[in-house]
């Protein structure tokens, strides 16, 4: 819940600059945060369905069982986070830079 309010408050910022890359940038924000919240859910529910338990204390056993599966919830958890490699990283990043050269126009 609180990787949502901060896409959207990126998303907020970019679509309150009113550029055309803004809002490309907020397109991608919105497709990364898309994605990412879309699988986050289906692999916790995945995990939920497979232990039939919520306690983190079995999700170790869970990761040391399959290789693949412990990469791709590292992945999308860091794309989530917005690490550099992925959309919402780039899509942040660009917001920031709109919102710097709007800034430097009007002040």
């Given at each position: 819940?609180?990787?949502?309010?901060?896409?959207?408050?990126?998303?907020?910022?970019?679509l309150?600059?009113?550029?055309?890359?803004?809002?490309?940038?907020?397109?991608?924000?919105?497709?990364?945060h898309g994605?990412?919240?879309?699988?986050?859910?289906?692999?916790?529910?995945?995990?939920?369905?497979?232990?039939?338990?919520?306690?983190?204390?079995?999700?170790?056993?869970?990761?040391?069982?399959?290789?693949?599966?412990?990469?791709?919830?590292?992945?999308?958890f860091?794309?989530?986070?917005?690490?550099?490699?992925?959309l919402?990283?780039?899509?942040?990043?660009?917001?920031?830079?709109?919102?710097?050269?709007?800034?430097?126009?009007?002040?």
């Amino acid at each position: 819940a609180y990787s949502s309010v901060t896409h959207m408050s990126f998303l907020l910022l970019s679509l309150s600059l009113m550029t055309m890359s803004s809002k490309v940038a907020g397109v991608m924000m919105m497709l990364a945060h898309g994605y990412t919240s879309s699988l986050m859910f289906y692999m916790i529910g995945e995990f939920y369905h497979i232990s039939s338990t919520r306690m983190v204390y079995f999700f170790n056993s869970f990761m040391n069982s399959s290789m693949m599966l412990s990469i791709l919830f590292s992945l999308v958890f860091l794309s989530n986070s917005g690490v550099p490699p992925s959309l919402s990283f780039l899509s942040e990043f660009m917001i920031i830079v709109n919102n710097f050269l709007m800034s430097k126009m009007f002040f």
